[in-house]
């Protein structure tokens, strides 16, 4: 037995021995002194008890930067050599990794097979609780197994309390076969170990209501995946500056940023923004790469081809620049 098989054996043994109804010692599941009499709060002051202690997310990401940081940049890696990302989980953990894929393909023009979010249960449990099959340790590697997941590939477990078995069934899997294996979760690694290349813990404390994780555990855990997308995309070149410049040009409302950032960017008019968006097939990266040289679209594709991913690496290769930039930070 391998050590990350081990790992994962250690835990459920605890699960499934005298501690199985006994989690009480998790942060997650532990009483909040600061809500004890929530039941009897007036809404105003209820309200504001929510609106205080939902700081402790933000504090717990932070907290949680280094780790993250790691993650990006080994995820990006695994991305640019082909490999794919998928989120595990089940239940809130499940829904908010089957969340943040979904909105990668919209917000940086992905394949949808580039993000995946892989749930316990799968489609029907984004709409109705199907918490029991979170207790199926083997089904997380079989479910990995059905999308083909592979070495190449790279997994982010979700377990808000570290302890579903769905999930370090995944983890031990990946680790098995030489995936990047990424734990993510509200519990101290001292509470509960998970077997992982990196472990990111969001330690965002009781919560108000006992045991609830889709409040601050869930808020935490959204906030990181939000971080972890976002900066593994722009690692991929996906964005210019701060503009989502591989935007998906689905909707008015997408085509009107696309010709916003076509404007600030390269000083276009919105006339010849949208001439070169059409030229450019809808890609808001290759019309300012043709915004800012003569190329036609060919010669873009080749150029992004030869010196991409991103566009400034592309600019800088030919010695070229955008009509318009941002200004840089300070």
């Not at 170990?193 to 994780?213: H, Q, V």
Request: aromatic content about 2%; some cysteine; glycine content about 12%.
């Amino acid at each position: 037995m391998n050590e990350d098989a081990a790992t994962a054996e250690t835990t459920l043994a605890g699960l499934t021995g005298s501690e199985l109804w006994s989690r009480g010692h998790l942060l997650t599941e532990q009483a909040n002194a600061l809500s004890e009499n929530l039941d009897r709060l007036e809404t105003a002051a209820l309200v504001e008890l929510f609106c205080e202690n939902d700081r402790r997310p933000q504090e717990a990401v932070a907290a949680a930067a280094g780790p993250l940081a790691a993650a990006v940049d080994a995820i990006a890696a695994r991305l640019l050599s082909g490999g794919r990302l998928f989120y595990l989980g089940a239940g809130t953990s499940g829904r908010l990794g089957v969340l943040d894929a979904a909105e990668c393909p919209p917000t940086f023009c992905s394949p949808p097979e580039l993000v995946q979010g892989v749930l316990a249960g799968g489609a029907a449990a984004l709409l109705r609780s199907s918490e029991g099959l979170e207790d199926l340790f083997e089904a997380g590697a079989a479910d990995l197994q059905q999308r083909g997941f592979g070495p190449a590939d790279c997994l982010v477990g979700i377990a808000a309390g570290g302890t579903t078995p769905y999930v370090l069934g995944g983890l031990s899997h990946a680790r098995s076969i030489g995936a990047l294996a990424i734990a993510m979760a509200c519990v101290p690694a001292d509470q509960v170990a998970m077997p992982c290349d990196i472990d990111i813990r969001l330690l965002s404390g009781p919560e108000l209501l006992t045991g609830s994780t889709r409040l601050k555990a869930g808020t935490a855990t959204k906030m990181a995946l939000n971080i972890l997308s976002t900066g593994v995309m722009v690692r991929l070149g996906k964005v210019y500056g701060n503009r989502m410049v591989d935007v998906a040009v689905t909707n008015s409302k997408l085509e009107d940023r696309a010709l916003r950032i076509l404007a600030d960017l390269a000083g276009l008019s919105r006339e010849r923004g949208r001439e070169l968006l059409n030229q450019g097939q809808g890609s808001v990266r290759l019309a300012l790469l043709m915004a800012a040289t003569d190329l036609d679209l060919e010669g873009a594709r080749a150029a992004m081809s030869d010196h991409g991913p991103g566009l400034r690496s592309v600019l800088e290769a030919l010695g070229a620049q955008l009509p318009a930039t941002p200004p840089s930070a300070s």
